[in-house]
């Protein structure tokens, strides 16, 4: 029953702007968690931005260009992406689970398949 339905990847020049967005269904609503994760071949995955009924969290790579949000439902999870850079380049992927102890600890059990971002110079 959980599934993570994400859109939003392309392709765009530096300076540009992405809005990515992840559909998710998860059986169970409260303590829901939401993350964007980022990852190019070889290195290791990085993560992006956290959101929960708690607030909101960013890696210092995308602070003050990057804004994580969802719809009132928490059905959907949204990434806005302003002033992209090259660096940005990877293979998105959004992330969910409802589980306290996975929500404070950002080890998320379900995850999208990913949607490719490229920016170029």
């Known amino acids: 029953q959980v599934q993570l339905v994400e859109s939003g990847g392309g392709s765009v020049q530096a300076g540009g702007s992405l809005r990515l967005s992840c559909k998710v269904s998860?059986?169970?609503?409260?303590?829901?968690?939401l993350g964007w994760f980022r990852q190019n071949p070889g290195k290791e995955r990085e993560g992006v931005a956290h959101i929960s009924t708690g607030g909101t969290s960013y890696a210092d790579s995308v602070k003050g260009r990057f804004t994580i949000s969802q719809d009132n439902a928490w059905n959907t999870v949204y990434l806005q992406m302003d002033n992209l850079k090259p660096e940005d380049t990877a293979m998105y992927y959004c992330a969910a689970d409802y589980r306290p102890y996975s929500c404070a600890r950002r080890e998320y059990a379900y995850w999208g398949q990913g949607t490719q971002v490229t920016v170029s110079s």
């Open positions: 998860i059986y169970a609503n409260s303590n829901r968690c």
